[in-house]
């Protein structure tokens, strides 16, 4: 039921004007992923930016009717870019020595490219670029976290792993012979911060503000993971956890603040499987795209 109602209100949008469109040339494509764009009928001035990306498995247009974004967009002006990766069973490419270090190419640097495309094409913000993720996708926010932050200000991942957890692995599939990181592959906070700083060496600026989301039931992307997150970017960012707050944002659910709550937040939902459902309202509130 959820997956044909979120499908209805992607149809309602379209049938607006604005459709998803596939953009064929939008610059260097080192691993041949597809990119989409939604540009809403009422653009904002400047408009914010938000990379989506689908699970393993997914798709961009699929993705596309997989969350209530498009109807925001609608609202709000802003633009969503649908990545979509062909290779490796639809799973993104979050383990190559290329997609861990900026500018060096794999999945992240595309990505990176369809949204500077995206920057010149359209006018957008270049201070509101965000990206957000499911599964594989939420491994590829944490990656694009810490391969580019100086490219997105603030990322939402929905059952995902650290920034690097599968370095050195062959793949990042549920079908790789080395599940490691997918079962809480443990670590340190410096030592996964490391992992971040080595991504992009001698950078010093603004680093990625995170929201971080996991079942406490998912046996695919064991919940150790999202601790392990968040241990990795409360260190980046310098900030630690100050509050445990029950029943946000639903009963299931237990949030944890770290600092003021405006650089990192964690969600924990009890019962709640692989993978944890996209909750638009507070990644946008986060992102500062909805007050």
């Known amino acids: 039921m959820r997956t044909s109602i979120f499908g209805f209100l992607a149809t309602a949008a379209c049938a607006l004007g604005a459709s998803l469109q596939q953009v064929a040339n939008f610059g260097e494509n080192p691993t041949r992923i597809n990119m989409y764009i939604y540009v809403?009928?009422?653009?904002?001035?400047?408009?914010?930016?938000?990379?989506?990306?689908?699970?393993?498995?997914g798709s961009a247009p699929g993705w596309f009717a997989g969350t209530r974004l498009p109807s925001y967009a609608d609202r709000?002006?802003?633009?969503?870019?649908?990545?979509?990766?062909?290779?490796?069973?639809?799973?993104?490419?979050?383990?190559?020595?290329?997609?861990?270090?900026?500018?060096?190419?794999?999945?992240?640097?595309?990505?990176?490219?369809?949204?500077k495309y995206t920057l010149e094409n359209h006018n957008g913000d270049p201070e509101k670029v965000y990206v957000m993720g499911s599964?594989?996708?939420?491994?590829?926010?944490?990656?694009l976290a810490g391969s580019y932050p100086d490219v997105f200000e603030a990322g939402a991942a929905f059952s995902g792993t650290a920034h690097a957890c599968f370095a050195g692995a062959a793949g990042a599939t549920p079908?790789?012979?080395?599940?490691?990181?997918?079962?809480?592959?443990?670590?340190?906070?410096?030592?996964?911060?490391?992992y971040v700083y080595n991504s992009y060496p001698g950078y010093e600026g603004r680093r990625t503000?995170?929201?971080?989301?996991?079942g406490n039931a998912d046996g695919l992307v064991r919940p150790q993971c999202a601790h392990e997150a968040l241990k990795q970017w409360s260190e980046v960012l310098g900030v630690s956890l100050t509050a445990s707050?029950?029943?946000?944002?639903?009963?299931a659910y237990?949030?944890?603040?770290?600092g003021d709550g405006s650089q990192l937040q964690g969600f924990f939902g009890a019962g709640v499987g692989h993978t944890a459902p996209v909750n638009e309202d507070y990644i946008l509130?986060?992102?500062g795209i909805i007050q």
């Open 175 to 194: 079908f790789a012979p080395n599940q490691t990181c997918a079962q809480g592959l443990q670590h340190t906070p410096q030592e996964w911060a490391n």
């Open 245 to 251: 707050n029950t029943g946000v944002p639903s009963a």
């Open 76 to 115: 709000e002006g802003f633009i969503l870019i649908y990545a979509g990766t062909p290779n490796q069973s639809n799973c993104w490419d979050v383990h190559s020595p290329a997609s861990l270090t900026h500018g060096q190419g794999g999945d992240a640097l595309a990505i990176v490219n369809m949204v």
């Open 285 to 287: 509130r986060f992102f």
């Open 254 to 258: 237990t949030q944890e603040v770290y």
């Open 209 to 214: 503000r995170m929201m971080i989301w996991h």
């Open 40 to 57: 809403p009928d009422n653009v904002a001035p400047n408009p914010a930016i938000i990379v989506a990306l689908h699970p393993c498995g």
């Open 135 to 143: 599964s594989s996708g939420a491994m590829m926010t944490n990656v």
